[in-house]
């Protein structure tokens, strides 16, 4: 198996990207292939002990978030993201991780590897950090604004087979986000997608609420992207919040620091639960290959954890399970 990394994207890139690689490459046994200027990539590896298990491709370009998405992976073919997508493509890897530029990200799986037959829409995944430390797949987090019911009903499709696949729950519960839970609540869109989920053949539970996703009882939860994204970017606000008012509360005083430092290891393992690191990437499910996305902010640990998720999602097939069941739901 071999598994494209984007060397350049991301804000600690290159250093943090190289480290995650070797790390994963000594825990897992497939080939990560860095792609990014040989001339700053072969110092880092040299002395790693790895040879023939990390490789590097040539790449002189990244693409900045500063960049207009599809215009860049159009333009800036020599990129470190337009090469490692189109070795997807070309079959020369199995899938492509990156921490950078999420609409290029995108853009590239749209753009060079295409979607599936069957799937109108692809739908960015990521797993939500729950209080039971489980986890919930939220899609669509963002690669479409606007969602129509039957879309919804292949995120349905796609999220219960990743669940089951790379998460290895045993038949995931899916719920359509809303702001209620009984059936006749919601938008035109949600009214008229959730009769087309509850015939789906995957375990569909019903609505549920925003306040219920963290809670760790469902596995998959759809939505429309832009629902998704406002909901994500609002959680990602609240933890950060949250963990800076608790730093303010445990460093006023000689006693909140005293405190703290009795609560010192529940607090490690209560940021360990809710730390995105943990959890690897976001997969942009619906395309042709297996692209997995991280947090631009990603550390060597975070780029590991996406490493071996995007082998998950090799090894179990799950490219290949979306066209099965999208062709059969027809």
């Not at 002990?49 to 800036?76: F, Y």
């Not at 998959?220 to 609002?234: I, P, R, W, Y």
């Not at 990603?298 to 066209?323: H, Y």
């Amino acid at each position: 198996m071999r598994i494209a990394i984007d060397a350049l994207g991301g804000d600690h890139a290159p250093h943090a990207i190289v480290a995650g690689a070797v790390d994963a490459a000594r825990e897992k046994d497939f080939t990560v292939v860095l792609v990014g200027p040989e001339a700053i990539l072969a110092p880092q590896i040299a002395s790693e002990g790895l040879a023939g298990r990390i490789e590097i491709v040539e790449a002189t370009e990244t693409i900045s978030d500063l960049d207009s998405p599809s215009l860049a992976v159009r333009r800036k073919k020599q990129s470190s993201l337009v090469i490692a997508a189109n070795l997807l493509r070309a079959g020369q890897v199995d899938a492509v991780v990156t921490a950078g530029n999420t609409g290029a990200f995108m853009a590239a799986g749209l753009l060079l590897v295409g979607r599936l037959a069957g799937i109108d829409r692809p739908a960015l995944a990521p797993l939500i950090p729950t209080r039971n430390g489980r986890g919930v797949v939220l899609l669509d987090a963002g690669a479409n604004m606007d969602a129509k019911p039957e879309h919804l009903l292949q995120y349905g499709v796609m999220g219960a087979l990743y669940a089951a696949k790379v998460l290895r729950r045993d038949n995931p519960k899916v719920a359509l986000l809303n702001v209620g839970v009984e059936e006749s609540k919601g938008n035109q869109v949600t009214k008229d997608a959730y009769p087309l989920l509850k015939k789906a053949s995957f375990d569909f539970v019903g609505n549920i609420e925003a306040r219920e996703l963290l809670a760790g009882q469902i596995d998959v939860v759809v939505c429309d992207g832009f629902t998704g994204n406002v909901l994500l970017k609002a959680l990602e606000g609240m933890a950060t919040t949250f963990g800076s008012m608790l730093k303010e509360q445990f460093t006023r005083d000689w006693q909140s620091k005293f405190g703290a430092l009795l609560l010192r290891p529940s607090l490690r393992i209560f940021k360990k639960q809710f730390d995105y690191s943990e959890y690897g990437g976001a997969p942009l499910l619906g395309i042709n290959g297996a692209l997995v996305k991280c947090h631009g902010s990603s550390g060597k640990v975070a780029i590991k954890n996406g490493l071996l998720q995007a082998a998950r999602f090799v090894e179990q097939g799950v490219v290949q399970s979306i066209q099965d069941a999208v062709t059969n739901q027809k």
